[in-house]
């Protein structure tokens, strides 16, 4: 207490004996508390002990609580309490110490709301971090994603495209060989009668010039077929060989009409 | 054979001293580190004893507060205490005593009854706690209000002694067991 005093007032001797003054009073009433201490003490020591066994201690311990309580009781009553005195040096101490406890306290508390402070900052940069390599994450799926996306467009269109295209050009010259390799059969085997048959050359002189080649009868038929699928029939016209056209309905490529004989039409191979 | 009595030696400046009396140790001594733990103006004592009466020949400061630790999961832990009480002052029971029973939550681990205990504490006319020192909050919340009686038997609390305690205390106790 005397250290934080003579700290409060370095300067001013005046002070320095008051306080003085007011610490030897302290410390004689103090003193004179603890020879008062002590001859209790001593009184004290003067009364006999008395154990208890369970059957008798309920008894003899209310007993000496009401002597006790009513002891304390009148005791309270008599007493006028006392104050330290009021004088300026012992307020001022008890001022200086009340308020050093509260700066303790309070640098206390400033410390632990810095601590705290700082370890928010530190989550704070470390959510930020976190943060930070998600957004990457997410951008680099992002690209990854468009990029992807577009390959398959391409993929689905202009490769398929092109795929396709090729495909379709090698059907196209696949059939322009074969339609070419048939016309060539047609031409070698079936070739338009010359005059090699006299009897019929007689007969049919003047028609034989406007006779067309099996190839262009086959044509016309599936032209037919194909243009009027309902009503497919072709009527036999004068240019027409009559040979070829017996030699197609027993081959069973072409059908004679059930009612008319003189139209025929195309087997629908194609159904 | 000594008799333990209260205020037979002049108190140390600013000291409380705790007797804690139990036969297990390990229980006996965490409570005593949560006890010291606690945060008060006043220097603590911690003493523990499996039993009483203490060894007559050591110099030991003033005993304000004793704590009977009662296991109710060990029929002799009560033996002991039963047995310690003998060697202890009429005096001490004005409000320096309290009982604690511990292990009351794991009831089927429990030998003794709770009324066993709530009846040696009632024929002593004193406070009994329950509380499970195992757990380490029950056992911090428990050194706390120790510390405070221990503080008042000290007689560092003004204007409350023991004895006022003990009084406020068995107001809010439940009434006395019936006889069994």
Request: glycine share 2%.
């Amino acid at each position: 207490m005397s250290v934080s005093q003579q700290d409060l007032d370095p300067d001013s001797t005046t002070d320095v004996e008051v306080v003085t003054d007011t610490e030897e009073e302290l410390i004689k009433e103090c003193e004179e508390i603890w020879k008062d201490m002590e001859e209790c003490q001593n009184k004290l020591s003067l009364t006999g002990t008395e154990t208890l066994t369970n059957s008798n201690a309920q008894l003899s311990l209310l007993i000496m609580q009401v002597k006790c309580l009513t002891a304390e009781l009148s005791q309270w009553h008599k007493e006028t309490p006392e104050i330290t005195p009021l004088t300026e040096d012992v307020l001022i101490t008890l001022g200086t110490e009340e308020f050093q406890k509260l700066r303790h306290d309070l640098e206390m508390v400033l410390s632990t709301i810095q601590s705290k402070n700082e370890k928010l900052k530190e989550d704070l940069e470390r959510e930020q971090q976190w943060l930070d390599e998600q957004q990457q994450i997410m951008e680099s799926l992002n690209t990854l994603y468009s990029e992807l996306k577009n390959q398959f467009v391409t993929f689905s269109e202009t490769r398929i495209f092109s795929e396709l295209k090729t495909k379709m050009l090698n059907i196209k010259a696949f059939k322009e060989k074969l339609l070419s390799t048939l016309g060539e059969f047609l031409e070698d085997h079936f070739p338009l009668p010359d005059g090699n048959v006299k009897k019929k050359k007689k007969n049919v002189q003047e028609s034989t010039k406007q006779l067309i080649t099996l190839h262009e009868i086959l044509e016309i038929l599936i032209n037919r077929l194909f243009d009027v699928p309902h009503d497919p029939y072709v009527k036999i016209s004068d240019s027409f060989w009559p040979p070829y056209i017996e030699l197609l309905l027993r081959n069973g490529i072409a059908l004679r009409h059930p009612e008319d004989p003189t139209r025929l039409r195309l087997e629908a191979f194609h159904q | 054979m000594s008799v333990l009595r209260p205020l037979d030696k002049l108190p140390g400046l600013n000291t409380a001293t705790v007797l804690l009396v139990g036969s297990e140790d390990a229980l006996l001594q965490q409570l005593a580190d949560s006890m010291l733990k606690e945060d008060c103006a006043s220097e603590l004592r911690v003493h523990l004893a499996k039993a009483l009466p203490l060894p007559s020949n050591v110099n030991r400061p003033r005993i304000d507060l004793i704590v009977f630790v009662i296991n109710l999961h060990s029929k002799y832990s009560l033996q002991h205490v039963e047995e310690s009480l003998h060697h202890v002052d009429a005096s001490f029971f004005l409000g320096r005593v309290c009982f604690l029973g511990t292990g009351a939550g794991q009831e089927h681990h429990c030998i003794l009854h709770r009324n066993t205990v709530l009846k040696l504490a009632h024929t002593y006319r004193s406070p009994l706690f329950f509380c499970d020192l195992e757990v380490e909050d029950f056992r911090a919340t428990m050194a706390q209000r120790l510390v405070r009686m221990l503080l008042i038997c000290a007689g560092h609390v003004r204007g409350v002694s023991a004895l006022n305690l003990l009084s406020l205390l068995r107001t809010s106790e439940t009434p006395p067991p019936e006889e069994l």
